[in-house]
Structure formats: structure tokens, C-alpha cells
């Protein structure tokens, strides 16, 4: 459910929370079946058996009323020799080892895997590019530089248009 915003017109701040909530305290089971109805019943039950609180509200769960805006993001093209950082009032979450980050807009909510959730942490200051790199390859001295390059600019990219990072004027 976190891999898509299916109400775009719903700010994904309050989606995230929500979701964050639900996932961070229920059980968390896959329902496989071959029949519909015996799917249906088997929920039922478990549900009538459901002896778990259910929490009342998530923080800043009234955010997903919130309608999304669109401001301008910054343009794709990062340049290695400005400052970047988060953009203030991204919502973070994590579920499990999963993070998730959604734009202080409410258009979208992002996964982030391990290599993207460092380059995230790195840009709670602001920091170049090449600073990013050089972070990234000390951790992982076995992984060309090279890649590591090309990977945080494409990922710098993607948070850029997104929305999810600033140039800093620090």
C-alpha cells in the first residue's frame, strides 16, 4: 500500500502517518486464497478473535485530509559544487527496516533502500554531492567510486524533482 498514493488529491504526509501507525502496531499477515468468499469468512473470524487495542489515532493522522499543493521543485540538473539538504516538513516513517518519505506537498511517498536512507541521513546538513560520495565510498571501500558517482546524482535527481531536497543558502 506505501508503493503507490493512489488519492493523489489527498496530502501523502497524512497517508504516511496513518500508515506508519497501522503497520508499526498490528499484525502483519498475507491472506493467499482461491475463493473469494472462504477469503471473506476467514477475515471475519479473525477479526471476531481480535483481541489486540486498536489505537485510536495516528499523529497528524487530520494532516491526510490536508489537500496536496504542487509547488515548484527544484529542476532535475544537480550541480556537485552546491550545498543540498532535506527540504523542511518532509514526513519520514519507518515500517520495519523500510523507510518511507513523502514531500511537504503531499504528492508522493518514496521508498528509500539502505543506499538512499545513508544519502537521506547525510542531508539532514547541508552537503555537496561530492561530499555525499566520498561518505558513501569510506563506508563501502569495495564499490567503484565511479558507481557510487553515478548512483547518488540519479538519486539527487529524483529528490530534486520530487521536491524533497533544497539547495542550502548555509
Not at 33 to 61: K, L, M
Request: negative net charge.
Amino acid at each position: 500500500l506505501l508503493h503507490q498514493n493512489f488519492t493523489r488529491d489527498i496530502h501523502s504526509g497524512g497517508v504516511l502517518s496513518v500508515m506508519e501507525q497501522l503497520l508499526g502496531t498490528l499484525p502483519i499477515t498475507a491472506l493467499r486464497y482461491s475463493n473469494a468468499q472462504d477469503a471473506a469468512a476467514g477475515i471475519i473470524a479473525n477479526f471476531e478473535a481480535w483481541s489486540a487495542p486498536v489505537a485510536a489515532s495516528a499523529p497528524h493522522a487530520g494532516k491526510i485530509f490536508d489537500r496536496a499543493t504542487n509547488s515548484e521543485p527544484l529542476p532535475g540538473t544537480i550541480q556537485s559544487n552546491i550545498r543540498y539538504s532535506q527540504t523542511p516538513g518532509a514526513a519520514v516513517a519507518a515500517v520495519g527496516d523500510t523507510v518511507y518519505i513523502s514531500d511537504p506537498d503531499g504528492a508522493g511517498i518514496h521508498r528509500l533502500n539502505p543506499t538512499s536512507q545513508a544519502i537521506w541521513l547525510i542531508l539532514a546538513d547541508p552537503v555537496t554531492p561530492y561530499q555525499i560520495v566520498d561518505i558513501l565510498n569510506f563506508a563501502n571501500p569495495t564499490v567503484q567510486k565511479s558507481d557510487i558517482q553515478s548512483d547518488t546524482m540519479q538519486f539527487l535527481k529524483e529528490l530534486a524533482q520530487a521536491g524533497l531536497i533544497v539547495e542550502s543558502t548555509d
